[in-house]
């Protein structure tokens, strides 16, 4: 078992809907969770990070974490065809220091 | 977030041949990553720079094919050596943010095409 895992996608969205981005992660001890977007030929830019159970929101973006069912996930509401980029998720897993373990992303694509 | 430069943007390189990466951050930090990101896929750690020590490698990368330095808090190098086609990737550096529990920005990256 991969100690994260995203579906890869591509996941499309009419603009205006609300996207819905999963991850689960198998270290039930993990303690930092984050999402990073990409777009094609750049590098990951941080959006979210949640470190307790629960939501939260930042503009358009909710990340929601569920530590006993082992998931994190980022909503995105009103998606904009900005927003087409893949998706990654990180996790800070237990006795992995400061270190970051990422899954392979998802390919968000919003459509006009 | 930190401002962290990273060069070159790209190289074609050929076989055989080393090619070093370099990142620069805009205020000092104490831990800097460099990542390998192969086509169509997600990010594999390299290593872990920390300033002062050894870097440290993670299962399946040896720092005879990957030396790094870290003179100072401000700047890593990440040397590619001895390549082969299959070496060919994106190298992102990253630094963890101070006062923030486990969160890395990363640089621009680097595009390393070997032929």
Redesign the interface.
């Known amino acids: 078992q991969k100690e994260v895992e995203q579906n890869s996608g591509p996941l499309s969205v009419p603009e205006g809907a609300i996207a819905s981005l999963n991850c689960t992660y198998s270290d039930r001890g993990s303690q930092s969770f984050f999402w990073y977007r990409q777009y094609s030929g750049k590098s990951p830019e941080l959006i979210m990070f949640i470190y307790s159970n629960g939501d939260k929101e930042d503009g358009r973006f909710t990340a929601q974490l569920n530590k006993a069912s082992q998931y994190v996930s980022l909503l995105i509401r009103d998606s904009q065809p900005s927003d087409s980029a893949t998706y990654l998720c990180a996790v800070n897993v237990r006795g992995g220091g400061n270190k970051l373990t990422f899954g392979t992303g998802t390919q968000l694509k919003v459509e006009l | 977030?930190a401002v962290i430069s990273q060069k070159p943007s790209r190289d074609i390189c050929q076989r055989g041949t080393s090619l070093t990466i370099q990142c620069q951050v805009d205020s000092q930090v104490t831990?800097m990553?460099w990542y390998r990101q192969q086509p169509g896929?997600?990010?594999?750690?390299i290593a872990?720079a920390n300033q002062g020590s050894e870097a440290t490698y993670e299962s399946g990368f040896v720092i005879d094919k990957f030396p790094i330095s870290r003179p100072n808090l401000t700047f890593s190098t990440l040397t590619v050596s001895n390549m082969s086609p299959e070496d060919s990737s994106i190298y992102?550096c990253s630094v963890?943010a101070e006062l923030a529990?486990?969160?890395?920005?990363?640089?621009?990256?680097t595009r390393l095409s070997v032929l």
């Open positions: 977030s831990m990553f896929q997600s990010l594999t750690l872990t992102l963890r529990k486990n969160i890395q920005y990363f640089g621009a990256g």
